[in-house]
């Protein structure tokens, strides 16, 4: 069982930047393959980033490519989202997530394959 809190969000202008932290209770951080997602209003979930448990090869969402960064501390357990040049469509709940690391990395990019997820943040860009 892993347990998963965020924090980090906020309200920023246009142009801003925001680092999301995601905190993991447990000792196994390190075999779990992370994910963000985010959910705006009357929109279905999306994925953002993920980051491999082996390796730590990364994969973002076209839309973000270039503005964040998804990264992990497997010493403090803790998983990071730096979020640079935010736009206003950026605005939404964001969430993090976590399922078992596996030698394949496929289905890092789908909601379905996670096992485990935080409460979410609130990320609000103003423009």
Known sequence: QVQLVESGGGLVQ???????SCAASGRTFSSYDMGWFRQAPGKER???????????RTYYAD???GRFTISRDNAKNT???????LKPEDTAVYY???????????G????????YWGQ????????
């Open 108 to 115: 890092t990019d789908a909601e379905t394959e996670y096992d």
């Open 46 to 56: 999306q994925f953002v980033a993920a980051i491999r448990w082996f390796g730590g």
């Open 14 to 20: 246009a142009g801003g930047s925001l680092r999301l």
């Open 79 to 85: 998983l990071y989202l730096q979020m640079n040049d």
């Open 120 to 127: 979410g943040t609130q990320v609000t860009v103003s423009s």
């Open 96 to 106: 993090c997530a976590a399922r078992r690391g596996r030698l394949s990395a496929g």
């Open 63 to 65: 839309s973000v490519k």
